[in-house]
């Protein structure tokens, strides 16, 4: 490894690419990071600015269940960080309700009849429940009930998804939905709001605030790169990487990167970490990984996302941050109140800007749709659904995000563990971190942890951390001492090795 000049490779200046190089950088290793996206660091964390209004890709909730998480976004954005009440909904045949669910308003919604037949088929669900649910469905019928199902988790999953709740792994639901249950929702709405003594008790779904950086999570993006920038790291913009070849004879990786006028350049480091998706990673890898491996990352598919964001004159229509529109007859799956999440994503308080969100495939009808005709359908639908009239909408713009979604088929789980094992075996030095870097549907706090641990494990040049042991609330669980202790304590596998 004599002569190379970084300690790391990164690949991705999103939340997990940034956050190993701030942690490699704040121990005074040179790292280098190298980001496709010529304008934006942040991934799908990022904030667009479109006439200074902001854009977030989805609104990004700051909440993890790792203190260390938590303590490492104060560090980085100080004051910067807001607390914001959560306020969202569920629209569903011509009506609001509120989310997360209030059971008593939800029933006089929904009328006596269908209220009794919601509860009989809850308790057949209950009595007769399917033995080891495999699909969505099957998981969340099992949990609240045929009828609850159809009405509240049927149709906006499969605008997410693009495809049937039964083709859907159980293991989503068993993620997104954990720790919701009727009975969680009926204690949550009629008892007092009590806080758990242990972070790690909170139910995500039903916390009632949340943090987020005063102009959007690309804020927080920003400051981190600006910081590992004057820590003496480098983040290069406009740089796609485009190969990974690993040099026995110097025990070294060399990154190939395309720029955006078609320049090639080389970036060397002794390791490289990855938050770009697996799948086109190992096509990258160098010498080829075996045949069976790379038919694997041909498994791993995405669920594509844009957004139509509009700016309106303010009416003040709603206040939530967010309103599922779990509605067929319309294609938006969610409407984002920016100016709800902080009052500075609109430049002028006599306007709002909202962001309708479509899912999709990429090269799909609605991908390819130009961008006027889709701000029309998302005007459109905006005024169908209620919530502002056509007419109000001053202006807006599209943002497409590729693979905003892992996808969770029968297959995945196999398809990663074989990468996984290759890589293992064939890939010194090679750390995936991250969403689609581990094919992982998490979040940001999972991103960080697994990228602060590979970089932990990259400066005890040995690796002291299973990433893989990180769980989707961004805690680390190993098995054993060591995990239950950072079980305890709620801090994560960090705390061990920091002493906090
Ligand atoms: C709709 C939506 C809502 C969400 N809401 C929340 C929320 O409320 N709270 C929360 O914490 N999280 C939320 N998330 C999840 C959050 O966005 C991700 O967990 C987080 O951004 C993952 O970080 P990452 O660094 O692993 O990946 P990414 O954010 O995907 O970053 C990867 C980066 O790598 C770059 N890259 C990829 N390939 C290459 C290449 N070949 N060469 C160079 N660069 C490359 C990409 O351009 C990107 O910048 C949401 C996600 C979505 C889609």
Known sequence: MRDCPNKAVIVGAGPAGLTAAYELTKQGQRVVVLESDPEYVGGISRTVSYHGYRFDIGGHRFFSKSGEVEDLWTEILGTDMLQRPRSSKIYYGGQFYAYPLKPFEALSKLGIIESCLCVMSFLAARTSPTPNPRSFEEWVVNQFGERLFRIFFKTYTEKVWGMSCKEISADWAAQRIKGLSLGSAIKNALLPKRQPKVRTQLVKTLIDTFRYPRLGPGMMWDACAKKVRSMGGEVLLGRNVTGCRFDDATNSWTVTARTADGRVEEYRGEHVVSSMPVRQLVEQIEPRLPEDVLRSGEFLRYRDFLTVGLILRERNRFQDNWIYIHDPGVKVGRVQNYKSWSPEMVPDSKYCCYGLEYFCFEGDGLWTTPEQDLIALA????????????????????????????????????????????LDAHCPNLHLVGRNGMHKYNNQDHAMMTALLAARNILAGEKLYDVWAVNEDGEYHESGEAGAQSDKDGNGAAARATGT
Do not use: F
Not at 380 to 406: F, H, M, S, T
């Open 379 to 422: 005007k459109k639908e905006l005024e169908q659904v209620g919530l502002a009239a056509a007419a109000d909408v001053v202006d807006g713009c599209v943002i497409r995000q590729p693979k905003a979604y892992p996808v969770y088929d029968d297959g995945y789980k196999r398809h990663v563990e074989i990468i996984r094992t290759a």
